[in-house]
Nanobody, 120 residues
């Protein structure tokens, strides 16, 4: 069994910062990629940022220059540092990971989500 557990969401004022964390646990042989998606009410889930095992990253245009994704491979943990937050960043943020339990292929896993609300 593999679990992704997110933390770090909350209420922040516009211009503020938050750091999200997501730890993977369970039977893990390797992790190819980890990332963050978000879903606002009435909208589709969208990619915010992702990081691969080699360290390469990609960001949504809305996140570039404000958000930074990083990864601690020893802890199977991914972080999302969010700065200069805007009200339009308000959403439920979901951790995503491609994990191999046996070394014979990767499966996709999702966390339960953590709410980020940007409001004055």
């Amino acid at each position: 069994q593999v679990q992704l557990v997110e933390s770090g969401g909350g209420l922040v004022q516009p211009g503020g910062s938050l750091r999200l964390s997501c730890a993977a646990s369970g039977t893990i042989f390797s992790i190819y990629a980890m990332g963050w998606y978000r879903q606002a009410p009435g909208k589709q889930r969208e990619l915010v940022a992702a990081i691969r095992s080699g360290g390469s990253t990609n960001y949504a245009d809305s996140a570039k220059g404000r958000f930074t994704i990083s990864r601690d491979n020893a802890k199977n943990t991914v972080y999302l540092q969010m700065n200069s937050l805007k009200p339009e960043d308000t959403a439920n943020y979901y951790c995503n990971a491609f994990i191999s339990k046996t070394g014979l292929g990767y499966n996709e896993y999702w966390g339960q989500g953590t709410q980020v609300t940007v409001s004055s």
